[in-house]
């Protein structure tokens, strides 16, 4: 798999796929929305399991993509951090909207009918993971911890098998850096990709030990392929 996820990678780099990602959902935005609809700090994208939507979570909330249309996600528009999807469940962090009544900051927390309703998973108003990413089939969830909390004793990587009910520290060694992105393979919980400011690495053993894919490439967005074979 290393061998192909670099290759891979150093094609998407060369390229400069997020900055045409994000620069084409900007455009597609302009053309089929209503004057309303803009992408200010985008902090997450997927699709629904059916992939006819297309989710993306800005400053102030959700917006959706599908049949040639943009419209609004549903309310509250928090601050939706984090935002990642699973086939059966979106997973997210973040800030309330004004006037929600929601705890700040957001924890961790789960929503299995498309946004519509959040469930909290916990560490709400103590934590908010601006890097979140989980396994496609596994739902596997890794954040990045910024800062001790009641389920986690020190700042960095973690993870949950159990939807946030119990959280592993993920020790990381050999990845330098400062860390901008994870990714999470579809299927094995095991296997995670992260980038930093040293280059792009991957761990088969949750985060415990990372061997270098691209030393030197930054990237702000990871993904793997939903056959896991590519990164």
Known sequence: MINTARKTFR???????RAALIGSIALAAQAGAAPDIILPHVHGLTYDASGA?????????????SA??????????????????TRKQ?????HPAPGSGMVNPL?????TDGAQSWTQRGLQGESDFHLLAAGFESGAVYVYNPAPNSKMKQAGIYYTL???FA????????????????????TDPATVAASTTA?????RDYGARFEPLAPGQQSLGLQFDFDGKSL
Do not use: C
């Open 199 to 203: 280059g792009v690495f991957l761990s």
């Open 11 to 17: 094609t998407i780099a060369a390229h400069g796929a």
């Open 162 to 164: 159990n939807q946030g």
């Open 90 to 94: 979106f997973f997210s962090s973040g």
């Open 68 to 85: 040639g249309r943009w419209s609004r996600g549903p309310e509250p528009r928090n601050d939706y951090m984090g935002f990642a999807g």
């Open 167 to 186: 959280w592993q520290h993920a020790a990381g060694q050999n990845l330098p850096g400062k860390l901008s992105a994870l990714a999470v393979h579809p």
């Open 53 to 65: 939507k297309l989710y993306v979570a800005v400053h102030d909330g959700l917006v959706i993509y």
């Open 107 to 111: 924890g961790l927390m789960q929503s």
